[in-house]
């Protein structure tokens, strides 16, 4: 089992994954591209409904709560699918790129705004009366106590659900928006290397998760509330 | 009240598709937990070497976004062991793909688990004169399991959903089943017809079961939660 | 010496006859229709071993392509390559039902039979110089053209004057794939999942076109009145059985049934079966039968031959 290791890491073709560098790196090019414009969409969404969620704004946090449970209890799969075959019924036609960062940014929306919501709900009550003991409007207290707090709170989980997102970026080859899977799918249908891009997509997915979840420890560590708050 | 065109689909789609999209979450989940509280005990131990290779399995197969651990699974050339040529199937690739990931969610959660029970317990087991095995067997495990029950709950409403990943190397599950129907009626040769909004119909029929099955199983595991603390 | 001579004289004696019997029963059948002499089954050599072990067929269709592979709403999958499917297992092992199939996709059936998993695949593969370097084709059992989808306002033209510019779509790994990408080098090629998918690509004006095979998108412009096909016809190639390298039995096998199919005229009954009344007159001489042979363009490979 061991000797028949060592023979297939000996038999790896490395040049395999240096001639298709080109199709690889555009690939690695279109999923940063829809996952950094996915993460940044949800985290916008993310702040403004979990902030509707933990201040209970009446008929919006309703919305925002069917929003929420929608997306967390259906597979992305079946909401990408339903995005791209649905709108053009609807006269929306949207190209595929769209479609990819569309999809991704209201799966995650959902996940960031619960996310918030936690962070915004964890802070202590009496740090926000005491904003308002110092003359700050329901908004100002928001923006100046919890905002600040509970999104620190809150960073390790939506570290997290930006780690999803970004993984969840590969499903999108099968609308066929060719990111990295896609391409390293098909390098190795055509020279049936098939260790090798594994190794390659691993390497590049695994790197970029292992350093985000580096980020959330250290930020854990540093970002640490002090416990006399 | 279902329209003439759409039942033979939703028929086909309940008998075909949703047996196999249960029964592979039902493997899926058996496997994760089995393997999965395994391996969260054993990262537990002292050993360091152990405790090393187990992390490096759980950051793998929780880093890898599923579809690639699914891609990777189902191209691997058959291997020969003896007289038997061993490939796995489509279905058994996503199984094994689940489970690894499913194993590698619940060994972190069940290592969380059990670090988590306060060290008086291991003293307090310890001074009655347990022995490491019967203190993890009869006092530690035990507590240690009811406070993985939400998050197991949690983790299969997650497996029930990431099925639908099998969709990619043509399984035959809930997602499939619709969209080869869809595919049917797109393309007007097969004698069935269908209006226009047939997207929204096939697709969100396939999310609105997900959603029957998903959202029972959230509720729970967030009752469950509270009933913990 | 002289028991040598006899011997000798004997076993000739016997090749002889063996000889002149063969001789003599082809002899009365030349001159007269051939259909009538043929018996329901024909001549067909040892099954592979693997195959007849396991007692039924192993083969890989597609399922998002009618009228050639699909699956109709009681889960049982129908179309033309399927027909042919179903027949081999008749031939084989007396049953229809002799067969389990794989669903396959443009993009995954050439891994799916090298992989081993399925015994040959018949699904909709047009012959191509380079598949031929890592699988074997049968002889061809079905012949296609390329056609452009578009909608009823597009005018199209030359191909090369039309293309540059234009989003173009068709499934991965398909001929049209290869062809798109070597001689319109300023098109946007873009692939899409399924057939299907396709047909909505260019509906939704997510694309300009979708390139495919005739047999489908005849069906699919005749049965929606927003899309055409325009009239450039390019890429005749005829499709082929897949089979793996060095399966000379397997190969053997299948060209046989192939050939036997073709001269008892069963591709144009299975073409009637799977394909709308109206579209009979338009596919018949896609088919092969007795007086249409089909043969693969060996000395001028397709997915090199760019329009000038």
Redesign the interface.
């Given at each position: 089992m061991f000797h028949r290791a060592v023979r297939i890491l000996a038999s790896f073709e490395w040049s395999v994954i240096w001639d298709n560098r080109g199709p690889l790196w555009d690939g690695f090019k279109s999923t940063m591209k829809a996952g950094v414009v996915g993460i940044v969409l949800a985290y916008a969404i993310g702040l403004a409904l979990g902030a509707v969620r933990a201040h209970r704004l009446p008929a919006l946090n309703q919305l925002a709560a069917t929003y929420v449970?929608?997306i967390?209890?259906?597979?992305?799969?079946?909401?990408i699918?339903?995005l791209y075959?649905?709108l053009p019924?609807l006269g929306i036609h949207l190209e595929t790129f769209t479609v990819a960062w569309l999809s991704i940014t209201i799966w995650g929306g959902a996940f960031m705004t619960e996310n918030f919501r936690a962070g915004f709900e964890a802070v202590p009550n009496r740090l926000r009366e005491a904003g308002y003991a110092l003359g700050f409007s329901p908004l100002r207290a928001f923006l100046n106590v919890t905002l600040p707090i509970g999104g620190r709170i809150a960073l390790p989980s939506t570290i997290n659900t930006a780690i999803s997102v970004l993984?969840?970026t590969?499903?999108l080859?099968?609308i066929g928006y060719p990111e990295l899977?896609y391409v390293a799918?098909n390098v190795?249908?055509n020279t049936?290397r098939?260790?090798e891009m594994?190794t390659a997509?691993?390497i590049a997915?695994?790197a970029i998760?292992?350093t985000l979840?580096a980020l959330i420890r250290f930020l854990e560590r540093r970002l640490a509330l002090p416990e006399a708050l | 009240m279902i329209p003439d065109w759409f039942r033979?689909?939703a028929?086909?789609m309940l008998?075909?598709g949703l047996p196999e999209t249960l029964r592979l979450a039902a493997i899926a989940l058996i496997a994760s937990v089995l393997v999965g509280v395994l391996l969260g005990t054993l990262m537990t131990l002292r050993f360091g070497p152990l405790r090393w290779l187990i992390r490096l399995y759980v950051?793998?197969w929780r880093?890898?976004?599923i579809?690639?651990t699914i891609?990777?699974i189902y191209?691997?050339?058959?291997y020969d062991i003896g007289p038997w040529?061993v490939?796995l199937?489509a279905y058994m690739s996503a199984a094994l793909a689940l489970s690894l990931w499913g194993s590698a969610q619940v060994a972190e959660a069940t290592r969380g688990a059990v670090q988590s029970i306060p060290k008086e317990q291991h003293e307090a087991a310890a001074a009655l004169g347990f022995g490491w095995t019967s203190r993890q067997a009869f006092v530690i495990l035990p507590q240690a399991l009811r406070r993985l029950l939400p998050p197991m709950v949690g983790l299969l409403?997650n497996i029930i959903?990431?099925?639908?990943?099998a969709?990619?190397?043509?399984v035959?599950e809930f997602?499939q089943a619709g969209?080869?129907?869809?595919?049917?009626v797109?393309?007007?040769?097969?004698g069935?017809v269908a209006p226009?909004?047939a997207?929204?119909a096939i697709?969100?029929f396939?999310?609105l079961v997900?959603?029957l099955i998903?959202?029972p199983l959230?509720r729970l595991a967030a009752y469950l939660e509270k009933r913990l603390t | 010496m002289k028991r040598l001579v006899v011997l000798t004289l004997v076993v000739g004696l016997v090749v002889a006859a063996a000889v002149a019997a063969t001789f003599g029963s082809a002899a009365p059948s030349r001159g007269l229709s051939p259909h009538a002499k043929l018996p329901p089954k024909p001549k067909l050599p040892a099954l592979p071993a693997a195959v007849k072990a396991r007692g039924k067929w192993q083969i890989g269709v597609k399922?998002?392509?009618?009228?050639f592979g699909?699956?109709?709403?009681?889960?049982k999958n129908?179309g033309y390559d399927v027909e042919v499917a179903r027949q081999f297992a008749k031939w084989a092992f007396g049953s229809t039902s002799k067969v389990d199939f794989?669903?396959?996709?443009t993009a995954?059936r050439i891994?799916t039979l090298t992989?081993?998993?399925v015994d040959i695949i018949i699904s909709t593969l047009t012959w191509t110089a380079d598949r031929e370097r890592t699988i074997d084709f049968s002889v061809p059992y079905y012949n296609a053209t390329g056609r452009l989808l578009v909608k009823n306002d597009v005018t199209v033209g030359k191909l090369n004057n039309w293309m540059p510019g234009k989003k173009i779509v068709s499934t991965s790994g398909s001929i049209y794939d290869r062809w798109t990408k070597n001689c319109f080098k300023n098109t946007s090629f873009q692939v899409v999942s399924?057939?299907?998918?396709g047909?909505?690509a260019v509906k939704n004006g997510q694309a300009d076109a979708m390139m495919y095979d005739d047999a489908?998108l005849v069906?699919?412009a005749?049965?929606?009145n927003s899309l055409k096909l325009s009239s450039n016809i390019f890429l005749k190639v005829p499709w082929g059985i897949g089979i793996r390298k060095n399966e000379a039995d397997m190969k053997r096998w299948v060209d046989a049934a192939v050939r036997g199919m073709r001269s008892r005229d069963m591709f144009w009954s299975i073409l009637k079966r799977t394909i709308?009344r109206r579209f009979w007159k338009g596919f018949k001489t896609n088919a092969p039968s007795p007086t249409i042979k089909l043969q693969y363009p060996r000395s001028d490979p397709p997915e090199n031959n760019c329009p000038s």
């Open positions: 449970e929608l967390r209890n259906t597979p992305i799969l079946v909401q699918f339903f075959y649905g019924v993984k969840n590969s499903l080859l099968l899977t799918n190795q249908s049936f098939t260790f594994f997509l691993a997915y695994l998760v292992w979840s | 033979p689909i028929e086909y008998r075909e950051e793998v880093g890898l976004p579809l690639v891609l990777f191209w691997l050339p058959g040529h490939q199937n409403v959903q990431n099925t639908t990943i969709f990619a190397i043509g035959n997602l969209t080869r129907q869809f595919e049917n797109t393309s007007g040769l097969t069935q226009s909004y997207p929204f697709f969100g396939v999310a997900f959603f998903c959202f959230t | 399922c998002d392509t009618p009228p699909w699956q109709d709403t009681s889960g129908r794989t669903c396959v996709t995954s891994g992989s081993g998993r399924s057939p299907a998918a047909v909505l489908f069906g699919v005749a049965n929606d709308p």
